[in-house]
């Protein structure tokens, strides 16, 4: 149990040291598309890569959704496909806007 909060339980064990590795991956994969993010927006711009760097998150949400359902209830999913709708309009609109 945690000292915090004596009402919560663990459903697993913790084993930070199986947790590392995969940690650390997570964290080199992370920093490597931060950096070709980085790198990309000095050749494309930053009204270009902004979007395409909140598509990636819009992406790695639908994981968590449809790999680990996380996301019960009708009211959240509403939140989060509205987000995507708004986000795919703002990206046809940048890509438009570039277009003379």
Do not use: K
């Amino acid at each position: 149990m945690l000292s915090c909060c004596p009402q919560v339980r663990l459903a697993l064990p913790v084993q930070p040291t199986a947790a590392a590795v995969p940690g650390i991956l997570a964290g080199v994969v992370f920093t490597a598309g931060i950096s070709s993010n980085m790198v990309a927006s000095a050749s494309i711009g930053l009204a270009i890569a902004y979007p395409i760097m909140q598509a990636g998150l819009f992406v790695a949400g639908l994981w968590g959704i449809l790999l680990y359902h996380e996301l019960y209830s009708l009211v959240p999913h509403l939140l989060y496909w509205s987000g995507g709708v708004v986000l795919a309009v703002g990206t046809v609109l940048v890509a438009r806007g570039g277009q003379d």
